[in-house]
Every structure is written in C-alpha cells, then in structure tokens.
C-alpha cells in the first residue's frame, strides 16, 4: 500500500471506532502529563473522526482530573490496536476542552441516556468512597434531561502526528509517520 493510501487507511480505521457495535478502535488509550509531571493514562471513546476537519473528539467529565492536566498542558496522545490485524495507531495532537456552545449541546443531546448518568454523580471522578454504591445518588424516576450537563464536556483534537505499525505483513512490518505541519500533512516510511 503507499503512503496516500495508507493515510486514508488509517483515517477509516479510526473513524470506524465511531460505529456502533465492536470495533478495534472505538477505545483507545488516551496520554497526558499530569499536574507533577509523571504520564498519566486512560481509556476514552472516539466520538468523533474527521480526517476532512483534521478533528478527533471523545467525552469526558470537566472534574476529572485529566481536564486540570490538559488545562495546564493541552496536548494529547492517543494509542490504540486492533489486535485481530496486529495493527497499532498512534495520534498526537493540540487539545481544545469545549465547554460551552452549541457543539458540546448538540454532543450532550446525541449521547445516549446511559451514558450521560456518569456526569449525574455527585461526586468528582476519583474521589475516595467507602464502597462502590457510594458514588451514586438515589436515581430519580424521571431525571431532568440535563441533568449532569454542567460536568460534560467534549475533548477537541487536532492531530499533528499520526503513527501506523503493521506487524501482519508476511513481508516484513511496516510502520509509517504523518506530521502535519502549517496545515499540510507529509508523510514517510520509518523503521518499525
Ligand atoms: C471501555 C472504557 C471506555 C471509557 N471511555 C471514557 C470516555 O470516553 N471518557 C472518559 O472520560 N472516561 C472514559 N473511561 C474512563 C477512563 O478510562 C478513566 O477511568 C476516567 O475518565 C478517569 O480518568 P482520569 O482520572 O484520568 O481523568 C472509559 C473507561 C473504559 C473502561
């Protein structure tokens, strides 16, 4: 495959994570620094994939500790596998925290029910309880439809690197870098 190819590849790869149902890469690792400068790593769901806006986005909660750390540092690194294909995908891009206008309400009103009930709690992600049923307020027969939407926020990433790594080829592993510098992106083959 060459390199226009496999950029167009990967960019499908990622986008199909935003399909229902199972895919490689619906939850990657997501990389940040953390407030005393040791990495720090978690899972997220891509939401959002558009190579045509050079935009990935995922949800979170704005009291949890990675917002602070993005706050301070807004950059991020994604790294995901689809391990059926021995295919690895690393991002690295600037980070923008939406926490307010249209986009983030329309993204709060797509969301399903269910998983908008981690922004209803009480309590910050990560703070200590006594046992897991702590973390819950009594559910409400009918929560109001925004009910948890001041804690929602939505994770804007505009990649500037873009890493593939197959290791299925029977010719060898390939590994290929995008970097995307004043708008354009440029491409390689590196050692894998
Ligand atoms: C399968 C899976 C998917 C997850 N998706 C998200 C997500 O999209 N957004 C999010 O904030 N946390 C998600 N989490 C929880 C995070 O991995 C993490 O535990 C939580 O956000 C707290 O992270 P922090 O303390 O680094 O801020 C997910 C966890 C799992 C297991």
């Not at 891509?46 to 540092?73: C, G, M, Y």
Request: aromatic share 6%.
């Amino acid at each position: 495959m060459n390199l226009d190819l496999l950029f167009t590849e990967l960019w499908r790869c990622l986008a199909n994570g935003t399909l229902a149902g199972h895919q490689p890469f619906k939850v990657m690792q997501a990389a940040t620094i953390a407030l005393d400068g040791s990495p720090d790593v978690r899972s997220v769901v891509l939401r959002t994939v558009s190579e045509s806006e050079n935009l990935i986005t995922f949800h979170t909660d704005l009291r949890s500790p990675k917002i602070a750390q993005l706050r301070q540092r807004p950059r991020i690194a994604l790294a995901g596998v689809d391990a059926a294909r021995n295919v690895q995908i690393r991002v690295a891009g600037e980070v923008r925290i939406v926490d307010e206008g249209d986009a983030r309400r329309a993204a709060w009103q797509r969301s399903r029910q269910q998983s908008l009930i981690v922004y209803r709690t009480l309590l910050a992600p990560g703070t200590p309880i006594d046992q897991p049923a702590d973390a819950f307020a009594k559910p409400q027969p009918t929560p109001d439809a925004d009910a948890g939407f001041e804690h929602f926020c939505v994770v804007d990433i505009r990649p500037d690197a873009l890493d593939w790594l197959d290791l299925s080829a029977a010719d060898g592993h390939q590994r290929a870098r995008f970097v995307r510098e004043s708008g354009r992106w440029s491409s390689g083959w590196v050692a894998p």
